[in-house]
């Protein structure tokens, strides 16, 4: 089964420890996105997934596409696909890319960008990041409520929702555990946050949520694994990228501009890729 941004044991990510240089290093940036949301690494294929909100967050206007990079910043497809809305995280299971579409999960075939189905998710805000399991089953952060949403099997329900969700954005799954990084405690009207976010551990047997650290760090983003400890995180509003431990504690890696949205992680070269919202630029940085 293939599956992109799934559960890893934690040994896999031992060998990618902390081994990269002190200072990151700017490998390439490349212009000419809108507003794009989230990278998508595919190392198999050798071809980065960027989406593109192109317009308001919950704006549906059908402006929203999918372009494909290569590994070393070059374009190889600007709209891939098209006919989204406000397309924002992805994940890989098999040969099917799952994105979320504001109140819609959209199923889109590898082997040439058509779009399948349109999985709605009835009552949904804003559907944000996207992560699969070891079993195939796709998990959905519904950015503008206090839930999360779960694939599996061809029906899209909601899986949890609870307040000590934060406003749910970035997800990972690690074994049995789903990561979030939580936006914070949400105002509607301009996104803004009275309480920053912080990461959250979500059982995925029992779904109990267990905060990691007490502090709130930021408006938290993307996340995915840095090494055996630690995760490599994007704070959307200050334009920060941190490398956080499983105790919340934060450590600055870079300070890039606001608008630092879903990145992702190459391990083989501790490569982020990190879509700059508002700048319609995707930036590389290795570490």
């Not at 040969?95 to 590898?110: N, P, S, T």
Request: charge should be negative.
């Amino acid at each position: 089964m293939r599956l992109s941004s799934i559960a890893i044991p934690l040994i896999a990510l031992s060998v990618a420890a902390c081994s990269g240089s002190t200072e990151p290093v700017k490998e390439w940036e490349l212009s000419g996105f809108e507003n794009p949301e989230s990278a998508l690494p595919d190392v198999e294929d050798e071809v980065i997934y960027v989406s593109n909100v192109a317009g308001q967050p919950n704006g549906k206007d059908g402006n929203g596409y999918i372009s494909k990079i290569s590994p070393d910043g070059k374009m190889i497809q600007d709209k891939w696909v098209r006919g989204l809305h406000a397309p924002k995280g992805m994940v890989i299971v098999q040969d099917r890319l799952y994105v979320a579409d504001i109140d819609a999960l959209i199923e889109i075939d590898l082997t040439d960008g058509k779009i399948v189905r349109r999985h709605i998710a009835q009552g949904a805000k804003i559907l944000n990041d996207v992560a699969a399991d070891s079993e195939g089953r796709v998990y959905v952060s519904d950015w503008g409520s206090q839930a999360i949403w779960r694939f599996e099997d061809g029906r899209f329900e909601k899986w949890l929702e609870s307040d000590d969700l934060q406003s749910p954005n970035g997800l990972f799954v690690e074994s049995d555990k789903l990561i979030v990084a939580a936006w914070g405690t949400m105002n509607p009207d301009d996104f803004s946050t009275k309480v920053p976010g912080r990461l959250l551990s979500v059982d995925i047997a029992d779904k109990t949520i267990t905060p990691l650290g007490e502090k709130p760090i930021g408006n938290l983003d993307g996340i995915e694994p840095f090494d055996a400890e630690t995760y490599i995180v994007s704070d959307w509003v200050a334009g920060k990228v941190f490398q956080i431990d499983r105790e919340g504690s934060a450590k600055e890696l870079l300070s890039l501009s606001q608008g630092s949205a879903d990145l992702g992680f190459i391990s083989g070269t501790r490569t982020a890729i990190i879509p700059l919202m508002m700048d319609n630029k995707v930036v590389a940085y290795t570490f």
